[in-house]
């Protein structure tokens, strides 16, 4: 297992966390922000919805999600490079943003959550998979780009208690970082 350390102790970490919408990250990050807060310094939180809503984002387009997440990406360094950690969760389920991001990003930790999507459907975790006309989804009407070699991945079966799984992911990164 290969240990991530802080490149540049003067940046953040971009705590990138991944996976199908409906997979637990926004509400798994929400549980561990406090705690990487009180380990690695000022952390902020973000989620796909947040930022879409912040900037009125609606396309949901294959294209325009790549442009879109690339934005993202380059808010992330902003971010980063004034020393606060960021936890960034975001569908971003393409090759080419991760390796963007792995290249440009001095304290980067990717981090899926893997989930499976018949799962995430069947437990109704995420309106849009039942909705009409919501437009372009990852994972049905877009191919997901699954992440190669994240940092850290954890496990979501949608059974666990979130508190766990937030609790395993913190233990996980104490271990990468």
């Known amino acids: 297992m290969k240990k ?14 991944t996976g199908l919408s409906g997979s ?13 807060q009180k380990i690695y310094g000022p952390t902020l939180l ?7 809503e912040i900037f009125d984002f609606k ?7 790549l442009t879109l997440v690339m934005k993202y990406c380059k808010f992330a360094k902003f971010i980063t490079n004034q ?4 936890i960034f969760a975001v569908v971003g389920m393409m090759d080419k943003i991760r390796n963007w991001n792995k290249k440009n990003i001095t304290n980067y930790l990717e981090i899926y959550i893997k989930s499976d ?13 039942h909705e009409k006309g919501v437009g372009d989804i990852v994972g049905l009407s877009i191919k997901p ?12 079966n949608l059974k666990t208690d979130i508190k766990s799984l937030a609790k395993q992911l913190i233990n996980k990164i104490q271990k990468k970082i």
């Open 46 to 52: 973000i989620s796909g919805d947040d930022i879409r």
């Open 4 to 17: 991530l350390r802080k490149k540049n102790p003067k940046k953040g970490i971009l705590f990138w966390v």
């Open 24 to 36: 637990g990250k926004t509400t798994i990050s929400k549980k561990m922000q406090n705690d990487i």
């Open 59 to 65: 396309d949901y387009s294959a294209a325009k999600r």
């Open 145 to 156: 780009e699954f992440p190669r070699n994240p940092d850290i991945i954890v496990n979501n």
């Open 117 to 129: 999507l018949k799962k995430i459907i069947k437990f109704k975790k995420k309106k849009i998979y």
């Open 83 to 86: 020393n606060v950690n960021l």
